[in-house]
């Protein structure tokens, strides 16, 4: 079937999006004007870099019980958690920060599906990790979010 993806196929979108989230707060991370902001951003870049390498690790089979092959298929709607809008210049911060949340409540979304579909084991339970450090970044976003959409106002 063409619409069929195999795990490889998968796991390289994933990490495009891995790299994806690393520029977006490296950016936005340089754009930041509060020190608490640039430093949340610098570290969900090193969170996602670490993301990144997890999953270059498992396409290149490196990870222990439970894996599945390369070219095992999937069923393509796990792919559809990573089809998300892009982020362009015009937009305003507090709607870069929701769709910041959105994109990391599909990762989420996305790495709970993947590890359904592993037996337990390593694999698994690191795919489950990603998937609460996904959550973990979109409470993080959606508190920067707050904190641009509702400032606290003198005296307020």
């Not at 796991?11 to 989230?21: N, Y």
């Not at 709970?112 to 990603?130: N, T, V």
Request: no cysteine.
């Amino acid at each position: 079937m063409g619409s069929e993806l195999t795990v490889h196929d998968v796991l390289a979108r994933a990490i495009q999006k891995e790299i994806d989230s690393q520029r977006l707060y490296a950016d936005l991370g340089q754009k930041a004007r509060d020190d608490a902001a640039k430093y949340a951003f610098s570290d969900l870049v090193k969170q996602e870099q670490g993301h990144q390498r997890l999953l270059e690790r498992y396409l290149r089979g490196e990870l222990g019980a439970g894996a599945l092959a390369a070219g095992h298929a999937v069923d393509y709607k796990i792919a559809e958690h990573l089809d998300q809008p892009e982020i362009t210049p015009q937009m305003k911060l507090d709607q870069v920060f929701l769709l910041a949340s959105r994109r990391e409540k599909a990762a989420h979304d996305f790495y709970l599906g993947l590890a359904s579909l592993h037996p337990a084991g390593e694999a698994k339970r690191l795919i489950e990790g990603l998937a609460e450090q996904e959550l973990q970044h979109k409470r993080r976003v959606e508190s920067l979010y707050t904190d641009v959409a509702f400032p606290q106002l003198d005296g307020g």
